[in-house]
């Protein structure tokens, strides 16, 4: 792990776990690790991690698992609900050994209320705590979501393409008008950014948008305003793009 992404201490008395509310929006744009897991369980609103890979969204109702010496930065949106769980490294491999998000259950939510109340236990955990947590890594294994990751290249020009895009989602720039300012032939373009992201410049841009939406409905933005400001020519052809990613409407996310 690079040097300039020190390891940090959360836990710092041995105790197992320590709970920390989400009370107020913030963000720590630096990115750092912890020698602790991280359960992020979202009620209301959306977090937003950048990782060294790209940026990972935790949106209303799921879970966010980031492993322990994983380097990332936090933003917690406006009106986000819900609390994160440190976890000690030996409780930690219960858990995958990479970020995953998983969708929050009526079962997860439960133990999570529970295994929050144990944050003044100073000692071991005791045998039906355990229990608990292999309930909970079971429930989550049979939950996982569909994941709204957003890869970065790692070309130089690349990254200046996807940094303005990111910046205005409304961005409409032409696949060729963008070959042309980067400096390569349409197909070159294409080419490098399906085999540095995986994924299509058009499928890399609604995904874009998507992590967007995500934020301005949670900053309280109204469905149309949303859609007004991701570009598209429609309320409704944004409320079929998000409903095609997320199962439901952007109305029904939001409330």
Not at 12 to 19: A, H, I, K
Not at 21 to 35: C, V
Not at 184 to 202: C, P, V
Not at 229 to 245: K, N, P
Request: positive net charge.
């Amino acid at each position: 792990m690079p040097a300039q992404y020190p390891l940090q201490r959360r836990i710092q008395d041995g105790r197992p776990l320590l709970t920390t509310a989400l009370l107020q929006a913030g963000s720590d744009e630096t990115l750092h690790r912890y020698r602790e897991g991280q359960l992020w369980a979202v009620r209301q609103g959306v977090i937003t991690a950048e990782l060294d890979t790209g940026s990972w969204v935790v949106p209303s109702r799921h879970i966010g698992w980031i492993p322990p010496g994983v380097a990332h930065a936090t933003r917690v949106h406006e009106a986000t609900k819900g609390w994160i769980i440190y976890l000690r490294p030996d409780l930690c491999p219960l858990f995958p050994n990479t970020p995953t998000v998983f969708d929050m259950t009526s079962l997860s939510s439960a133990l999570l209320e529970r295994i929050g109340g144990w944050n003044d236990h100073s000692g071991e955990l005791t045998a039906p705590q355990h229990r608990q947590l292999d309930v909970l890594f079971d429930e989550l294994k049979v939950s996982p979501a569909n994941t709204l990751f957003l890869p970065m290249p790692s070309s130089p020009h690349l990254v200046g393409m996807t940094l303005t895009i990111v910046a205005d989602p409304a961005n409409k720039t032409s696949l060729d008008d963008w070959a042309r300012r980067v400096g390569m032939s349409r197909r070159g373009l294409t080419r490098h950014f399906r085999a540095e992201t995986g994924m299509s410049l058009m499928q890399w841009r609604i995904v874009a948008r998507m992590k967007r939406a995500l934020e301005l409905l949670a900053e309280g933005d109204s469905v149309n305003r949303v859609a007004q400001r991701l570009g598209y020519d429609s309320v409704s052809t944004f409320i079929s793009a998000f409903s095609a990613q997320f199962g439901m409407t952007p109305g029904v996310y939001a409330l």
